[in-house]
C-alpha cells in the first residue's frame, strides 16, 4: 500500500501510545463497516440471512488487523489493534495518580515535548527519562504478555 509504513517491533509501543486516537478510530470504522461477512476459522466466512446476527458475530470476534491513517498521509498496518488498546489501558491504569501518569498523558495523549513534560512535572532530565523507560518497559512486558510482541 502506498505510504505505507513499518515500525521497528522495539518503537512499536511508543508508536502506539502516540497513535492511540487513531487507533480506536481503526477500530471503530471497521468494526462499524456495513459491509463484508463476519470472519470464520480456517480462513472461511460464516453468514446468516440476519444482518443483525453478522454483526454480533463480526462484534465478538478480535479484529486481526487495521490499517491506521496518522500524519500526513501515512498508514500503518497494525495487528491485534484491541490487544494493543488493552495493553494502553492497563498501562494508564497502572500509572494512574501519579508522576508517570502525568508523564504519560501529557507526552503521549497531549503530544508535549520531552523538555515541556519535564518543566510540567518537575522532574530533572535524568528522572525523567529513567520513568519513562519503566514506562516503556512494563508496556513491553505487558504487550508480550497480550501476545503482540
Not at 8 to 18: A, G, I, Q, Y
Not at 39 to 48: D, M, Q, R, Y
Not at 56 to 79: H, K
Not at 120 to 137: E, H, P, Q, W, Y
Request: glycine share 12%; charged share 25%.
Amino acid at each position: 500500500m502506498k505510504g505505507e509504513e513499518r515500525v521497528k517491533s522495539n518503537n512499536l509501543v511508543e508508536w502506539v501510545f502516540r497513535n492511540e486516537s487513531q487507533v480506536r478510530q481503526a477500530v471503530w470504522e471497521r468494526r462499524n463497516d456495513a459491509g463484508g461477512t463476519s470472519g470464520g476459522g480456517c480462513g472461511k466466512s460464516c453468514s446468516t440471512g440476519d444482518p443483525v446476527a453478522n454483526r454480533a458475530i463480526r462484534n465478538a470476534s478480535e479484529l486481526p488487523n487495521v490499517v491506521v491513517c496518522y500524519g500526513a498521509g501515512r498508514v500503518f498496518n497494525l495487528r491485534r489493534p484491541e490487544r494493543w488498546l488493552k495493553m494502553v489501558e492497563i498501562v494508564q491504569e497502572h500509572y494512574s495518580g501519579g508522576v508517570q501518569g502525568e508523564i504519560l498523558e501529557q507526552l503521549y495523549k497531549q503530544g508535549m515535548s520531552n523538555d515541556e513534560v519535564m518543566e510540567n512535572v518537575g522532574v530533572r532530565r535524568t528522572i525523567f527519562f529513567v520513568m519513562k523507560s519503566d514506562i516503556l518497559a512494563f508496556a513491553e512486558g505487558v504487550a508480550c504478555g497480550l501476545g503482540v510482541l
